[in-house]
Every structure is written in C-alpha cells, then in structure tokens.
C-alpha cells in the first residue's frame, strides 16, 4: 500500500481494481482520496488495498478517532462504488453520489461536466486546491488528457465546461486512473485542453 500525503490532511493512495482483466486503456490501479474537512472525513472513491486491508483500516481507523469528526464518503462516479459500502458501513456514513450540492462537507465544491448524463463529477477540495476527477481527465506522461465518455452527447458544451475548471485555483488533480498532478494543474488542465497555461 502506498499513500502519499499531498498536504497536511490531504492523502491519495492507490489500489488494485478487484474488476481489472488486463484492460489497456486504464491501468491496474485506482486513486482514491483520504481528506480532512472541517466538518468531516471525506473519503472520496475509497478502495481497500487487497491483502493489506488490516494495516488500512488501523490506520484509517486512527485517524477517525483523533478528528472525532463523522465520515462523508464521496464518489466521483456511480461506478466507482468500490469499498465504498464497506467503509461507509464500518463508520455510520452514507455514500453521496451528485445528488445535492448541500449535503457537501465543508469546502468541498462539486464539478458536474455538461454534455452527458452518466453521472460523472469531480471534487474541488478547495481549502487544498485539489481536484478530484473521475475519469474525464486522466494522468499521462507527467500531465493530464481528456478522456471522452461513450455516452457524450455535446462535444463542444463538453469543452466548455472542463474550461471553466480553469477559473479555480487547482493546484493538485487527483485522478482515478493514471499518476495524479501534484503541482500546476491549473496549467495541466489547460495543456491536456489545448490551451495556453
């Protein structure tokens, strides 16, 4: 298991997907995100690592007890539902998946794409400048690419929205697939969008 502390309260680790059979589009293993709100937990897209799941929960079970905050599990898609029923049932949460904006912890803003309707989102985790994204954007060589969802409908209301991505202060992308961004992502956002930084 390998968990990176992007910032103080801010961890990414990645995980082998249980449903991986040798696809060359994604890789192997997923990002998931460990974040501390002020009013919660947030566990965004949480998968157990397979076979060190007793050494996970220790720690994750620590670091719950030393915010005696309550848990928020956050995902960035419908089908990145992973160990999300598992960790929402050991911890009392409930799983959120885009329903209402309101429900959000503290300084956790959410992104929906236009375009398409599968329910794809990311996460802006602003007191981190941190995005979390599904699967619209991916890491690649050092930087990030546009990844098209077989169900888009509007290429150019598409392009748009991911522009406005653009007038926030992202410092960070989290991705599900492929390394995460972890300085100027506002300037590798504009690069995989073909745009100047």
Same mark, same amino acid.
């Given at each position: ?23 060359? $589009? ?27 799941? $007793? ?5 994750? $079970? ?15 898609? +419908? ?44 996460f802006f985790l602003r007191p981190y400048q941190a995005l979390v994204v599904a699967e619209f954007l ?11 969802? +077989? ?34 992502g506002k300037r590798r956002i504009a690069e995989a969008l073909g745009l100047d930084g």
């Amino acid at each position: 298991m390998e968990i990176t502390q992007i910032a103080p309260g801010l961890r990414y680790w990645t995980a082998p997907h249980p449903e991986w059979r040798g696809a060359t $589009d994604w890789p192997e293993d997923v990002g998931c995100v460990y974040c501390e709100a002020s009013d919660a937990i947030v566990l965004i897209d949480p998968l157990l690592p397979n076979g060190e799941e $007793d050494e996970f929960w220790a720690m994750l $079970d620590a670091a719950i007890e030393r915010s005696a905050l309550p848990v928020a599990v956050l995902l960035t898609a +419908p089908w990145h539902e992973r160990s999300a029923p598992v960790v929402a049932e050991r911890y009392g949460a409930t799983v959120w998946v885009c329903e209402s904006r309101d429900l959000l912890p503290a300084g956790v803003e959410v992104f929906v794409p236009a375009g398409n309707s599968e329910g794809q989102v990311a996460f802006f985790l602003r007191p981190y400048q941190a995005l979390v994204v599904a699967e619209f954007l991916m890491g690649a060589d050092g930087g990030l690419r546009v990844c098209l969802s +077989p169900t888009l409908t509007d290429r150019h209301a598409f392009d748009e929205s991911l522009r406005t991505l653009l007038d926030l202060p992202i410092d960070h992308v989290l991705v599900s697939h492929g390394e995460p961004v972890l300085h100027d992502g506002k300037r590798r956002i504009a690069e995989a969008l073909g745009l100047d930084g």
